[in-house]
């Protein structure tokens, strides 16, 4: 077992303790404190949870609002040419084409960001253990996992295209022009994620020698797992959410 966790006897109710006062596990927690006698607990945790039930009903309301008046489907009507946007700023090469193309499904598809939310969540669970502990060296693991993280976030690339990776046959794209872009997409993000875990932990832990052996390790991660995901995702195809799916809904068998 991981010694981070075996060794958190202490820890872990004082976790409990602080998501109970959360909107993740107010809720959760009102029993407790009826049973415990802490009514007054109870009751502020039945606000944060009214409040919470309260919120989410207002998003909903403004999200159907929205996919009512302006639903994401509008047929086939003539549009205004606009600007190029990532086209425009990105070198006019296939592999520049095809990161700027990227980065736009990383920056408007939730099928993307919903496999990567785990990743800022990494140094805020570590540095929480850190300090309930005093000892932050289990934030040695946030660059390293991150790396990995986000490097094998595009081993399902050609999954997610869909029937779009046509284009890229129909056009006669080089396999390294494809593969360089998608990598070099996922760098543009990846790397200054990486640097800042790798780099941040240092102000906390003063262990600034260990600081080259980190971000070797880190990087090495991150550069090895995009060169193995490309193989992966250029080789195999898997079960993923169809496009305008949500990223949580389970997939069709293929």
């Avoid at 009826?34 to 409040?51: F, T």
């Avoid at 919470?52 to 609002?65: D, F, P, Q, R």
């Avoid at 920056?107 to 570590?126: E, F, H, K, M, N």
């Avoid at 991660?221 to 060169?227: S, V």
């Amino acid at each position: 077992m991981w010694p981070g966790v075996s060794a958190s006897t202490d820890f872990l109710p004082e976790l409990a303790g602080t998501l109970s006062w959360t909107p993740l596990g107010a809720v959760w927690s009102l029993g407790g404190d009826v049973a415990a006698g802490r009514p007054a607990d109870a009751a502020v945790k039945l606000l944060i949870a009214l409040a919470t039930l309260a919120g989410l009903a207002w998003c909903w309301k403004l999200l159907l609002e929205r996919a009512l008046v302006n639903p994401p489907y509008a047929g086939s009507g003539s549009r205004k040419g606009g600007k190029p946007g990532l086209l425009g700023l990105l070198p006019a090469t296939p592999a520049g084409a095809v990161t700027a193309r990227a980065l736009i499904y990383w920056l408007r598809d939730p099928r993307y960001a919903g496999s990567l939310v785990v990743v800022p969540l990494l140094p805020i669970l570590l540095v929480f253990q850190g300090s309930q502990s005093g000892d932050y060296g289990t934030l040695a693991f946030a660059a390293p996992l991150a790396a990995f993280l986000l490097a094998w976030s595009i081993s399902a690339d050609v999954s997610y295209d869909n029937t779009a990776f046509a284009l890229h046959v129909a056009t006669g794209l080089r396999g390294v022009d494809d593969r360089l872009g998608r990598a070099l997409a996922c760098l543009a993000f990846a790397l200054p994620v990486v640097l800042i875990f790798a780099v941040g932990q240092y102000f906390l832990t003063g262990s600034w020698s260990e600081l080259p052996g980190q971000l070797g390790l880190s990087l090495g991660i991150l550069f090895t797992g995009l060169g193995l995901s490309s193989v992966v995702s250029a080789r195999y195809t898997v079960a993923v959410p169809l496009p305008g799916d949500s990223p949580f809904k389970k997939p069709r068998a293929m």
